[in-house]
């Protein structure tokens, strides 16, 4: 069960640090502010999640958690550690994210974790926000004009087969099955293919066909692209300076 | 369309193409009023303006703009050329309203007292 927080924890955490990096570049000053709350919020869940770890499971202090650990111990996924991109990649990863972040703590809402349904519970309105952000603007880009639509159906092609990282099984997996903490990845992978597929549809769009869903697994495991290395680095460069230091 | 924005910022540009009528698409986007309502059943109070290409975007720039720290129980977007007013050069309609006590509440009060006395030393 610990995995299954750490991990859901590093993808918050890292995808949350990924998105602030639009603030301040963003394409509209309103999409600016945009990125950056529901980055904060990100941050939040995270938070949230190393103190369930640090109160209820013995794991450490959740800043520890967040700006002391090596790269190999990280566990989230390949999806939330590519540079933000263009603002049509951020969009499109930001909806294939949301949605299985939907899709994953509503699921929690049946939990036998008690910490883990009182944070579902929690969060249920700031990722339906998530979500709908991300859709709306998904809508407006793919019925925009033909730049716009090309665009984000690229993007779309990118990023699809890079989502499936979200899904990378754990060992321990079956006794969380077990356990009822989580029905486990392959119910929340079907649901969230479904769910896109749908509004893939809605919007005009193609999901690519043909994908490899296992091209870029490895993360929940410590295997990260490049990418994750540089981007510790600089969210871990001021706590670095004194780890002991009072806030 | 001509360009009757209620916003100064966009009135202020004066652009030849928006003085002849001409709207280039896509060059400036709608501008929309914005209404917060921080309570189920309150009324919703205008809070200012935002910029979008539509509707639906309009709600989300003014959920990141005007509900970030207040509670908020809804939030309306009206286009700003749906709002209907009075011209600006019509402000005289109104300038004698303040001098119009008596239909204040509180002027009845006075009234009473006025007649009252009135009727003591008649």
Same mark, same amino acid.
């Given at each position: 069960? $610990?995995? &299954?927080?750490?991990?859901?924890?590093?993808?918050?955490?890292?995808?949350?640090?990924?998105?602030?990096?639009?603030?301040?570049?963003?394409?509209?000053?309103?999409?600016?502010?945009?990125?950056?709350?529901?980055?904060?919020?990100?941050?939040?869940?995270?938070?949230?999640?190393?103190?369930?770890?640090?109160?209820?499971?013995?794991?450490?202090? =959740?800043d520890k958690a967040a700006f002391n650990r090596s790269v190999k111990d990280f566990t989230c996924c390949?999806?939330?550690?590519?540079?933000?991109?263009?603002?049509?990649?951020?969009?499109?990863r930001h909806f294939l994210m949301d949605k299985a972040e939907f899709h994953r703590y509503d699921l929690?809402?049946?939990?036998?974790? &008690?910490? &883990?349904?009182?944070?579902?519970?929690?969060?249920?309105?700031?990722?339906?926000?998530?979500?709908?952000?991300?859709?709306?603007?998904?809508?407006?880009?793919?019925?925009?004009?033909? #730049?716009?639509?090309?665009?984000?159906?690229?993007?779309?092609?990118?990023?699809?087969?890079?989502?499936?990282?979200?899904?990378? $099984?754990?060992?321990?997996?079956?006794?969380?099955?077990?356990?009822?903490?989580?029905?486990?990845?392959?119910?929340? $992978?079907?649901?969230?293919?479904?769910?896109?597929?749908?509004?893939? $549809?809605?919007?005009?769009?193609?999901?690519?066909?043909?994908?490899?869903?296992?091209?870029?697994?490895?993360?929940?495991?410590?295997?990260?692209?490049?990418?994750?290395? =540089?981007?510790?680095?600089?969210?871990?460069?001021?706590? +670095?300076?004194?780890?002991?230091?009072?806030? | 369309?001509?360009?009757?924005?209620?916003?100064?910022?966009?009135? /202020? &540009?004066?652009? #030849?193409?928006?003085?002849?009528?001409?709207?280039?698409?896509?060059?400036?986007?709608?501008?929309?009023?914005?209404?917060?309502?921080?309570?189920?059943?309150?009324?919703?109070?205008?809070?200012?303006?935002?910029?979008?290409?539509?509707?639906?975007?309009?709600?989300?720039?003014?959920?990141?703009?005007?509900?970030?720290?207040?509670?908020?129980?809804?939030?309306?977007?009206?286009?700003?050329? #749906?709002?209907?007013?009075? +011209?600006?050069?019509? #402000?005289?309609?109104?300038?004698?309203?303040?001098?119009?006590?008596?239909?204040?509440?509180?002027?009845?009060?006075?009234?009473? /007292?006025?007649?009252?006395?009135?009727?003591?030393?008649?």
């Amino acid at each position: 069960m $610990k995995n &299954l927080i750490l991990k859901m924890a590093d993808d918050a955490l890292i995808i949350g640090h990924r998105n602030s990096e639009w603030t301040g570049i963003g394409p509209l000053l309103e999409e600016d502010i945009a990125f950056s709350s529901m980055s904060q919020d990100k941050i939040g869940h995270a938070w949230a999640l190393y103190r369930i770890l640090n109160e209820e499971l013995g794991g450490e202090d =959740p800043d520890k958690a967040a700006f002391n650990r090596s790269v190999k111990d990280f566990t989230c996924c390949h999806l939330v550690e590519y540079p933000i991109g263009e603002f049509d990649f951020s969009l499109v990863r930001h909806f294939l994210m949301d949605k299985a972040e939907f899709h994953r703590y509503d699921l929690l809402l049946q939990s036998s974790f &008690l910490p &883990l349904v009182n944070l579902a519970k929690k969060v249920k309105g700031e990722i339906k926000y998530h979500v709908m952000h991300a859709d709306t603007w998904m809508q407006q880009l793919a019925n925009g004009n033909e #730049e716009s639509k090309a665009r984000i159906q690229s993007a779309l092609n990118l990023v699809y087969p890079i989502a499936f990282s979200l899904f990378e $099984k754990q060992d321990d997996e079956q006794a969380v099955i077990e356990q009822k903490v989580f029905v486990g990845e392959d119910v929340l $992978k079907s649901i969230w293919v479904d769910d896109i597929a749908n509004r893939i $549809k809605e919007f005009g769009l193609t999901i690519p066909s043909s994908i490899d869903s296992s091209a870029h697994l490895g993360g929940r495991k410590g295997y990260h692209t490049d990418h994750l290395e =540089p981007l510790l680095k600089e969210m871990t460069e001021v706590f +670095a300076i004194d780890p002991n230091a009072e806030w | 369309m001509s360009n009757e924005s209620l916003d100064p910022r966009i009135r /202020r &540009l004066d652009l #030849e193409h928006v003085k002849n009528g001409v709207q280039p698409t896509n060059s400036h986007w709608i501008t929309f009023e914005v209404f917060h309502q921080e309570k189920r059943g309150r009324q919703a109070i205008h809070v200012g303006i935002v910029h979008a290409p539509s509707p639906e975007i309009a709600l989300m720039f003014a959920k990141e703009q005007y509900a970030r720290r207040k509670s908020t129980s809804n939030l309306w977007v009206v286009k700003s050329s #749906e709002v209907f007013t009075f +011209a600006s050069e019509d #402000e005289d309609i109104f300038e004698t309203t303040p001098d119009k006590t008596f239909r204040e509440p509180g002027f009845y009060k006075v009234r009473d /007292r006025i007649e009252a006395y009135k009727n003591k030393h008649s």
